[in-house]
């Protein structure tokens, strides 16, 4: 069973930086598009970044481009999310995502498999 379990959330200034973590268990990592999504109170879930297997293409959501940096280490089966200049528009609960069959998509639907999420909250 595919386990993706989010780490490194936590209460910061604007400003800031944060790295999350995602570690992956249960399947083969490297066979999975991999993608960050956020969800603010009241608002909808959304879509921050994703990048392919091999780690070699990306893609951001506009809001966080030149800001945040996707990265993965499939030797630790793991995805991370450096955040950088962080403001409070970025306060959100942050879910990590594993796409196995729809690859280079940024809808929800195309993701299998998700974390329970950590919980960013930037302070001004």
């Known amino acids: 069973q595919v386990q993706l379990v989010e780490s490194g959330g936590g209460v910061v200034q604007a400003g800031d930086s944060l790295r999350l973590s995602c570690v992956s268990s249960?399947?083969?990592?490297?066979?999975?598009?991999m993608g960050w999504f956020r969800q603010a109170p009241g608002k909808e879930r959304e879509f921050v970044a994703l990048i392919n297997r091999q780690g070699s293409w990306t893609h951001y959501a506009d809001s966080v481009k030149g800001r945040f940096t996707i990265a993965r280490d499939n030797t630790k089966n793991t995805l991370y999310l450096q955040m950088d200049s962080l403001k409070p528009e970025d306060s959100a609960l942050y879910y990590c995502?594993?796409?196995?069959?729809?690859?280079?998509?940024?809808?929800?639907?195309?993701?299998?498999?998700w974390g329970q999420g950590t919980q960013v909250t930037v302070s001004s």
């Open positions: 995502a594993a796409a196995g069959t729809v690859i280079g998509s940024i809808s929800q639907s195309s993701y299998d498999y």
């Open positions: 249960g399947h083969t990592f490297s066979v999975y598009f």
